[in-house]
């Protein structure tokens, strides 16, 4: 069973930046791909970001047309963290923002977190 916990949420102004974090439990946390996905009220939950593990010490991030350029995914593996930077951000961008874990091996993300709520102000 791996944990998942995000933290950083908050209100902010339209054109401000916030920073997400994501822990993560288990001993192979440097294999995880790490997604983001957000879900805006009365709308469906849609992805945001990945960072996947492509071998050695290699990821690839990944990103939804909507945050490219604003939105960036980093990882901290030491910390079994990962972040999302979110930079301009804009009143479309609120939304709960949850973390999700996808193991080694697995077709899907098996593991969420409870959720951070984002609120972007006009």
């Known amino acids: 069973q791996v944990q998942v916990v995000e933290s950083g949420g908050g209100l902010v102004q339209t054109g401000d930046s916030l920073r997400l974090s994501c822990a993560a439990s288990?001993?192979?946390?440097?294999?995880?791909?790490m997604g983001w996905f957000r879900q805006a009220p009365g709308k469906e939950r849609e992805f945001v970001a990945v960072?996947?593990?492509?071998?050695?010490?290699?990821?690839?991030?990944d990103y939804a047309d909507s945050v490219k350029g604003r939105f960036t995914i980093s990882r901290d593996n030491a910390k079994n963290t990962v972040y999302l930077q979110m930079n301009s951000l804009k009143p479309e961008d609120t939304a709960v923002y949850y973390c999700?874990?996808?193991?080694?091996?697995?077709?899907?993300?098996?593991?969420w977190g409870q959720g951070t709520q984002v609120t972007v102000s006009s």
């Open positions: 288990g001993r192979t946390f440097s294999r995880y791909a």
């Open positions: 999700a874990v996808r193991v080694v091996g697995g077709s899907d993300y098996n593991y």
């Open positions: 960072i996947t593990w492509t071998g050695g010490n290699t990821y690839y991030a």
